[in-house]
């Protein structure tokens, strides 16, 4: 993707952010253009999850300013606008365990975005159909494999149109055999232009997606580099350690 021409779709400003007294996030300083795929790695406690988690406002940050599809993210109205427009998937899921697979993603758009319900139960099947899962529209999130689940909980998330897929270590919680239908079917969204955010330990999953890898240690931003010169050669002895260390499992 030619970035230098492409409108940007988020943008961190001098961004810090607390627990009391710890420094989560120090001075980011970021830009992600429309239909950029960027794909946040480091160790735990880095600052990964906060970083994503402020861009829908479900973390809220105390210095510097962030701002999505030129919104921002300074106030509840601020917050609600990009919420529209920003889908998110976990780790764990997050699906109504009382509510069918297709109830689970109906109810977003019905109420949010106020679709009538057969423009919604369209929507929704034709996106259970592309994440390979449209025969599981009536059963129930424990009647799913982990792997399944994540699947419902991206297509319930692009249910809402959104412009931008933020993905918490959405492979986190599962089996392995079960990790590359989730990471086939993230590849496959990614074709389709839509920016996207991911924090992931799947390192041949970011050499393949990315177009850009951030690595983050201690609340700040230490490489920022394309995915084969990061991999191939990375600045820092951090970076460097977290490698080897990635590597050997």
Not at 103 to 131: F, I, Q, T, W
């Amino acid at each position: 993707m030619n970035t230098s021409v492409a409108e940007t779709m988020i943008r961190f400003d001098g961004i810090q952010k607390w627990y009391g007294q710890y420094h989560a996030l120090r001075d980011i300083n970021l830009t992600v253009k429309k239909g950029e795929r960027v794909v946040i790695c480091g160790p735990s406690g880095s600052g990964k999850s906060t970083l994503i988690r402020c861009v829908n406002g479900l973390e809220s940050y105390q210095k510097g300013t962030l701002s999505v599809g030129g919104t921002t993210l300074g106030n509840r109205e601020g917050v609600d606008r990009v919420r529209q427009e920003v889908g998110m998937v976990f780790q764990g899921f997050n699906l109504f365990p009382h509510m069918s697979v297709l109830e689970n993603c109906l109810l977003a758009p019905m109420s949010a975005l106020k679709l009538p319900r057969k423009e919604a139960v369209d929507k929704a099947m034709g996106l259970l159909e592309r994440v390979k899962i449209a025969d599981k529209a009536e059963s129930y999130p424990s009647q799913l494999s982990g792997g399944q689940q994540q699947r419902v909980a991206i297509a319930r998330a692009l249910c809402m149109n959104p412009r931008v897929m933020l993905f918490d270590e959405p492979t986190s919680a599962l089996d392995p055999e079960m990790i590359k239908e989730v990471l086939d079917v993230m590849t496959d969204l990614a074709s389709t232009g839509i920016t996207m955010l991911c924090v992931t330990h799947e390192m041949g999953f970011a050499k393949v997606m990315a177009d850009r890898l951030i690595f983050m240690d201690q609340g700040t931003v230490v490489e920022e580099r394309s995915p084969r010169d990061f991999f191939d050669a990375p600045e820092t002895d951090r970076a460097k350690a977290f490698l080897a260390q990635i590597l050997q499992h």
